[in-house]
């Protein structure tokens, strides 16, 4: 009787801990299609690439209007991204009955922007260099270490995204000129294949729950 | 004869036993043996300070009854209060005293040996 209320009162303290200082309604589902809006972003763009030669270097001038589009796909991709992110979790946060928008939350946006926006200004600054080569590279190490940074404020296994975008990332600064290919695997495979360990690890627990009651 | 032998050892086993627990729960802090207190206590252990509006969403409880359990935290010295102006509005923020952290984490151990003994 007294032991069961020592355990109830673990349980509930660490409940609260983790409650109160991470977010932990981040949907799966989310992540795999962002991930395969990636891969559909990376497809258009080969289409565009395909017929250049100016495919491993776009060193040269004129590709103004070529490089704006890429642009527009990635923006389009992320921005899809980001929608469907936000609907899917708000879905989930309010199944959860916890609070999409407190202090948690806006923490964790705190400490995901100041890597990515750091990334986004330092990738624009590239291109206005012509440095189209590192791009790719910039942005996976960056979005990367968004992820590593916000990661203590919400799921793990977000850490473990974060760590792979970096190494893919620094794979890619290796093989400059493989860009788009290293950045389909970094934003699509990876997202598919973290948001389905995510999306398993929610229907694991949500069993165990309705076993329980 | 034998019998008083066996009885006796069996007695002698049961009050060590007895007296460990007793050890232990000398360690169970009473100012920490509530619900409420102990959720207010767990939030500030991994946040560095949080709002009254904070505490009460967490915890579910009324203002009344958050109010008076944070008082009774505050007189044991366990958690501070910290007032300040944000745009000129006043804005409440608790946190948790040194002497808390310490306090807290006996608390937790002694509840860990209690469930494994």
Same mark, same amino acid.
């Given at each position: 009787m007294t032991d069961n209320k020592y355990l109830n009162d673990l349980s509930e303290i660490k409940d609260l801990m983790n409650r109160s200082s991470r977010f932990l309604s981040l949907s799966g589902m989310s992540g795999i299609l962002a991930g395969v809006y990636a891969l559909i972003g990376a497809d258009i763009a080969y289409l565009l690439l395909k017929n250049k030669t100016v495919y491993i270097r776009m060193q040269s001038s004129g590709n103004a209007e070529l490089v704006l589009k890429l642009m527009l796909i990635a923006i389009?991709?992320?921005?899809?991204?980001?929608?469907?992110?936000?609907?899917?979790?708000?879905?989930?946060?309010?199944?959860? /009955?916890e609070n999409m928008w407190d202090q948690t939350t806006k923490s964790m946006l705190v400490h995901f922007m100041i890597p990515l926006v750091t990334g986004g200004i330092f990738g624009l600054i590239l291109l206005n260099h012509e440095h189209y080569g590192i791009m790719a590279p910039i942005t996976l190490i960056f979005y990367g270490l968004a992820l590593?940074?916000?990661? /203590?404020?919400?799921?793990?296994?977000? /850490?473990?995204? +974060?760590?792979?975008?970096?190494?893919? +990332?620094?794979?890619?600064?290796?093989?400059?000129g493989y860009g788009l290919f290293f950045w389909a695997f970094g934003f699509g495979i990876l997202h598919i294949v973290y948001g389905g360990i995510m999306y398993f690890k929610e229907k694991s627990t949500a069993n165990t729950q309705s076993r329980q009651e | 004869?034998?019998?008083?032998?066996?009885? =006796?050892?069996?007695?002698?086993?049961?009050?060590? #036993?007895?007296?460990?627990?007793k050890n232990i729960?000398?360690?169970?802090? #009473?100012?920490?043996?509530?619900?409420?207190?102990? &959720?207010?206590?767990?939030?500030?252990?991994?946040?560095? =300070?949080?709002?009254? =509006?904070?505490?009460?969403?967490?915890? &579910?409880v009324t203002d009344g009854n958050l109010a008076s359990?944070?008082?009774?935290?505050?007189?044991? &010295?366990y958690i501070m209060i910290i007032k300040q102006f944000?745009?000129?509005?006043?804005? =409440?923020?608790?946190?948790?005293? #040194?002497? &808390?952290?310490?306090a807290f984490k006996k608390h937790l151990d002694a509840l860990e040996k209690l469930i494994k003994s």
């Open positions: 389009t991709v992320a921005l899809l991204a980001i929608i469907t992110a936000y609907i899917l979790t708000r879905k989930k946060a309010i199944k959860n /009955k590593v940074n916000v990661s /203590k404020l919400t799921l793990d296994t977000v /850490k473990y995204l +974060g760590i792979s975008e970096i190494i893919v +990332g620094l794979f890619s600064a290796i093989y400059v | 004869m034998r019998f008083s032998i066996v009885s =006796t050892s069996l007695n002698s086993s049961l009050s060590n #036993k007895v007296k460990n627990i729960i000398q360690h169970i802090n #009473k100012a920490f043996d509530h619900r409420v207190r102990l &959720g207010i206590m767990s939030i500030l252990m991994v946040n560095d =300070t949080a709002e009254f =509006t904070r505490l009460k969403e967490l915890l &579910g359990h944070i008082k009774s935290l505050e007189k044991e &010295g944000i745009n000129n509005k006043p804005n =409440t923020q608790y946190a948790v005293s #040194k002497e &808390g952290k310490i």
